[in-house]
């Protein structure tokens, strides 16, 4: 496959949306009863574009952008530290909210690391699969049923490592993002299936991976 401005464009948007959330993520939000991080708003949408890129293109490019997103954010935290033990001009008086807003706990950036991969290879290979029993019908089955897929064990990942063994860690919290997560997948379906409509339409082309290789390490093929 030739890649296209198009796929350029949905790729950038979902490396866009991986690195907004690690910016916002710090920020604790309230929605009623629930107490989220404010990146909740955001990272659903990098499994929405997820989709699209599997659903059109396929298993093998939606695996390159996943990595692609993976080594965007790991040069996003590095430089971040870079900026944060720089030494501070004298007369700047920022440092502290540099550090409390921006600084990432090791442990944390693991946690997100691993939710992340793990996450959104499962939510892609369990939407290819679901295509091909499918036939390609009920789109919104795939979308949803892979979400529900990637983002709970995303959730899982993330929360366990990053908060089991200390306070904060309740295990509500697993079922409540999960739950968030999806609720917005599941919100989203209309624009969902417009963009891979206009897509498929636009591109002349409806993937699907019959003989692909779901080696999530096989970038190369």
Partial sequence: MNVSHRFVI?????????ITANIIAVK???????VLPAAIIIFPLSYIFGD?????YGYRWARKVIWLGFV???IFVIFIWVGQVLPPASFW???????RILGYAPRLLIASFCGYLVGEFANSFVLAKMKI????????????????????????????????GTPSFVVMMILYHWL??????????????????????????????????????????
């Fill in 72 to 74: 965007c954010n790991l």
């Fill in 133 to 164: 029993k499918t036939k390609g019908r009920w789109l919104w089955s795939r979308t949803i049923g892979s979400t529900i897929v990637g983002q709970g064990l995303d959730t899982l990942v993330f929360i366990t490592l990053a908060f089991i």
């Fill in 10 to 18: 949905i790729a950038a948007i979902f490396v866009t949306c991986l």
């Fill in 180 to 221: 968030a997560k999806t609720g917005i997948e599941v919100i989203a379906t209309p624009f969902t299936y417009a963009v891979v409509n206009f897509l498929k339409k636009k591109e002349a082309i409806d993937t699907y991976d019959y003989q692909t290789n779901f080696n999530p390490f096989l970038v190369s093929d």
């Fill in 93 to 99: 008086e920022g440092q502290e909210a540099y550090v």
């Fill in 52 to 56: 699209i890129l599997t659903e059109v």
């Fill in 28 to 34: 604790v939000i309230s929605l009623g009863p629930f």
